[in-house]
C-alpha cells in the first residue's frame, strides 16, 4: 500500500466503495444497457438539426456562397467565425489529456476521454466551414501539395491559409490516434464481458486484439507520454496558426501580435466550457457521479475562470495599444467596435467572457451544478460573440466609407450553424451509448491512491 | 515428457507484483504477465528492458522535418520560384519564416504517426486481430501469470496459494 500514498490532504478522485470490478461494471453499463426515452428524443432533436443543416448546405453547394449573407465589404462572417469557434472549443481535449498528463494531474482520468471525443467532433465541424466555403468541396484535395499537370501549380506555402490545413489535419488525425490509443483497453475490457455475439464481434475489431500484456502496457505508457510531449506544442501551435489568418493580414483590428496566446486562451477557455457543459450532463444521465466528482467541476471552474481573465487582459491590452499606437485606423477600429453599430456584439462579448467567469471566484458559486452549467454556456454564447466581434466588426468599416455596410446572415447561415452543432451532438450522444467514457484503465490506476474507500483505510 | 505451464490467477496489483518478484528470485521463468491496467514496476520486477519507442519517435521526427524541408524547397524554391508581393523566393532560408509552421507541423506529424504505428506492429495491435489474453477477466479486475511450472510442480503449487494466488491452472505448453 505505501506506493500508493497520497497526502491525506487532497480530496478523493473516486467516491464510494469501489473494486476494479464495480469500475469495470460502472463504465459499461452505458454500453450495455438499451437508451431510455430521453436519449431518444435528444438524439432526434440532434439529427433533425443536423439535417436540416445539411440541406441548407446542399443549397450552397448547388446555389453557390451567394445564399449566404456575405457582401462586397464582409466577405468573411458566419462561416470563419464558426470555424474559429469550432477548433477553439476543440481545444480543451487535448489539453485536458496532453497538459495535464505532463503536469500529473490525476483529476484528469475522469474527464480525459469525453474532452478528447469532444475535441475530435468538434474538429470535423470546423472543417466544415471551410470546405464548403470553397463552393467546389470535391476540389478539395487541391489544398495538398500534390503533383499535377496544372504547369506544376503548387499550393502557397507562405499563406497562412494553408499553415491551416497542415496544423487542422496533424491536429485532428493525432487527436484521433491519441485518443483510440488511449480506448483500445477499455474496448477490450468491454469486448472480454460482452455476450451477445455482435457486440463482441465489434469490440474485438475496435480493439485490435488488445490483450495486456506487460511489454504492451510498458510501450503504451511511454507512447502516451511522448504524445502528450508532442501533442501539447501542437496544442498552442494550431490555435497559434489560426490566429495568424487574421494577423498576418493588414486589416485594422486583426493585425496584432498579442492574436496568438489571445486566441489560444480563448480557445482553452471555450473548450473547457464545453467540456463542463457536456460532462455535467453526461455524469447525471450515464450516473458516473463518482467519477467526473464535484472536484473535478470545480477544477474546470478554475481554469474557466483564469483563462477568462487572460482573455479579459487581452481585450484591454488591445484598447490601451490601439490608443498607444496613434494609428488612426486602429484607434477607429477598436472604437467601432465598442461604441459603433456592433456594440451590443461587443457587450455580449465583454460581459460574458470577462465578467461572467470571474464570479467563480465563490467557492459556493463554483461547486455548483447548475450555476456551472449556466456559465459554460454563457461562456460559449460570449465566445462565439468574440469570434463575431473581431471578424465582422473589423470587416464592416474598411478604408472606403463608400462601402460601409452592415452584416446579416441568411437562414442558409443560420442553418448550416445549427446544423453543425446537431452533427456535434449526433456524434456526442453516438459516442456516450458505445464508448467507454471515462478511461477506466487509467481510473484504476489511481483507485489505491485517489479512491475514497482507500484513503479512509489509510487515514485511520 | 509434456512440460507443464501454469496460469495463476491474482486479485490485487500489490500482491501480483510481490509474487511476480517472489518467482524471478527462485528462477521459475515467467512467459507473461496480463494485467487490466498499467502495474507500475512491474516490467522491472520481470526484468524487461526499457522500450526504445522514445528513441524511435526522435528519429521519426527528424524525418518529418527533414521532408517538410526538402519539400517546400522543392515546391516554392526549385520547382516554381515566384514573387509574392515583392518577396521573391529564390532563397530557402530568407524564406524560412514562413515555412517555420509547417516545418513545426510536419516533425509532429511524423513523429506521433509513425509511433504509433510502430506501437501497434511491435504489440501485433491491428483490426482483426485476435486477443491473446487467456482468461477474460485480466482485461476487468483480475492478474494473470503465465509460467513455467518450475521442477516441483507441487512445491511451485504451494508456493503460488501462499503468495495469495485465487486460481491455478495447469495448461499444456
Keep these: 500500500m505505501s506506493s500508493h500514498y497520497e497526502a491525506p490532504i487532497r480530496k478523493p478522485l473516486v467516491l464510494g466503495d469501489k473494486s476494479y470490478g464495480d469500475i469495470s461494471n460502472d463504465i459499461a453499463r452505458p454500453v450495455e444497457t438499451p437508451p431510455n426515452i430521453d436519449w431518444w428524443i435528444a438524439f432526434s432533436i440532434a439529427m433533425a438539426a443536423f439535417l436540416w443543416g445539411l440541406g441548407c448546405m446542399a443549397y450552397t453547394l448547388g446555389t453557390g456562397i451567394g445564399t449566404w449573407g456575405l457582401n462586397k465589404t464582409v466577405g468573411w462572417a458566419w462561416d470563419i467565425t464558426n470555424f474559429v469557434w469550432w477548433v477553439g472549443i476543440g481545444h480543451a481535449g487535448t489539453l485536458i489529456s496532453a497538459v495535464l498528463l505532463l503536469f500529473r494531474q490525476k483529476w484528469r482520468m475522469g474527464i480525459n476521454r469525453s474532452a478528447e471525443a469532444m475535441t475530435i467532433f468538434s474538429v470535423i465541424q470546423a472543417g466544415l466551414f471551410p470546405i464548403i466555403h470553397m463552393g467546389r468541396p470535391w476540389l478539395a484535395y487541391w489544398m495538398f501539395p500534390i503533383p499535377n499537370q496544372f504547369g506544376s501549380l503548387w499550393v502557397n506555402f507562405n499563406s497562412p491559409l494553408l499553415w491551416d490545413v497542415f496544423a487542422i489535419s496533424t491536429y485532428l488525425t493525432v487527436s484521433l490516434v491519441f485518443w483510440w490509443t488511449g480506448l483500445l483497453p477499455d474496448f477490450a475490457m468491454i469486448r472480454d464481458r460482452a455476450v451477445k455475439p455482435f457486440q463482441k464481434k465489434i469490440y474485438s475489431l475496435i480493439s485490435f486484439g488488445w490483450s495486456g500484456r506487460a511489454k504492451d502496457w510498458q510501450r503504451f505508457e511511454e507512447v502516451s507520454l511522448v504524445l502528450a510531449g508532442l501533442a501539447t506544442p501542437l496544442v498552442l501551435s494550431v490555435h497559434t496558426i489560426v490566429s495568424f489568418d487574421f494577423a498576418t493580414s493588414v486589416i485594422p483590428g486583426w493585425h496584432t501580435t498579442i492574436f496568438p496566446p489571445y486566441f489560444v486562451a480563448g480557445a482553452i477557455f471555450s473548450g473547457f466550457a464545453m467540456v463542463q457543459t457536456l460532462l455535467i450532463i453526461m455524469r447525471k444521465v450515464s450516473r458516473l457521479e463518482s467519477y467526473i466528482t464535484l472536484q473535478h467541476i470545480e477544477m474546470m471552474n478554475i481554469v474557466i475562470m483564469i483563462t477568462g481573465s487572460i482573455v479579459g487582459c487581452a481585450y484591454i491590452t488591445e484598447l490601451f495599444i490601439a490608443w498607444y499606437s496613434g494609428v488612426e485606423y486602429e484607434q477607429y477600429a477598436f472604437l467601432n467596435r465598442a461604441t459603433g453599430p456592433y456594440w451590443w456584439a461587443y457587450f455580449l462579448m465583454m460581459s460574458c467572457n470577462v465578467v461572467s467567469p470571474q464570479i467563480m471566484w465563490i467557492k459556493k458559486i463554483r461547486t455548483n451544478i447548475i450555476w456551472s452549467f449556466v456559465i459554460s454556456i454563457v461562456v460559449n454564447v460570449g465566445m462565439w460573440f468574440e469570434r463575431f466581434v473581431i471578424i465582422v466588426t473589423s470587416l464592416h468599416r474598411d478604408y472606403l466609407p463608400s462601402s460601409w455596410t452592415m452584416f446579416s446572415p441568411t437562414f442558409i447561415d443560420i442553418g448550416i450553424f445549427i446544423g453543425t452543432i446537431g452533427f456535434f451532438f449526433v456524434l456526442f450522444l453516438l459516442y456516450a451509448r458505445s464508448f467507454p467514457v471515462v478511461a477506466q484503465a487509467e481510473i484504476k490506476t489511481i483507485l489505491k491512491s485517489s479512491g475514497e474507500n482507500y484513503k479512509k483505510i489509510r487515514d485511520k | ?173
Design chain 2, 1 to 173: 515428457m509434456s512440460l507443464k505451464r501454469l496460469h495463476v490467477l491474482f486479485d490485487d496489483d500489490d500482491i501480483l507484483l510481490d509474487a511476480v518478484k517472489e518467482i524471478v528470485k527462485s528462477k521459475i521463468y515467467i512467459h507473461e504477465v496480463y494485467t487490466p491496467f498499467p502495474v507500475h514496476g512491474l516490467d522491472k520486477a520481470m526484468k524487461l528492458k526499457p522500450t526504445n519507442i522514445s528513441i524511435a519517435t526522435f528519429i521519426y521526427g527528424c524525418i518529418g522535418f527533414t521532408f517538410s524541408i526538402l519539400m517546400m524547397n522543392y515546391i516554392m524554391i526549385v520547382d516554381w520560384p515566384q514573387d509574392i508581393g515583392g518577396k521573391p523566393s529564390f532563397s530557402y532560408i530568407e524564406n524560412m519564416p514562413s515555412f517555420v509552421p509547417i516545418m513545426f507541423e510536419l516533425t509532429v506529424f511524423f513523429a506521433a504517426h509513425l509511433m504509433v504505428i510502430t506501437f501497434y506492429l511491435r504489440s501485433k495491435l491491428w483490426p482483426f486481430k485476435e486477443a491473446e489474453n487467456p482468461d477474460p477477466s485480466t482485461t476487468d479486475d483480475k492478474f494473470l501469470i503465465d509460467m513455467d511450472s518450475g521442477s516441483n510442480l507441487s512445491k511451485t503449487k504451494s508456493m503460488l496459494k501462499k503468495m495469495g494466488a485465487i486460481s491455478i491452472k495447469e495448461v499444456n505448453a
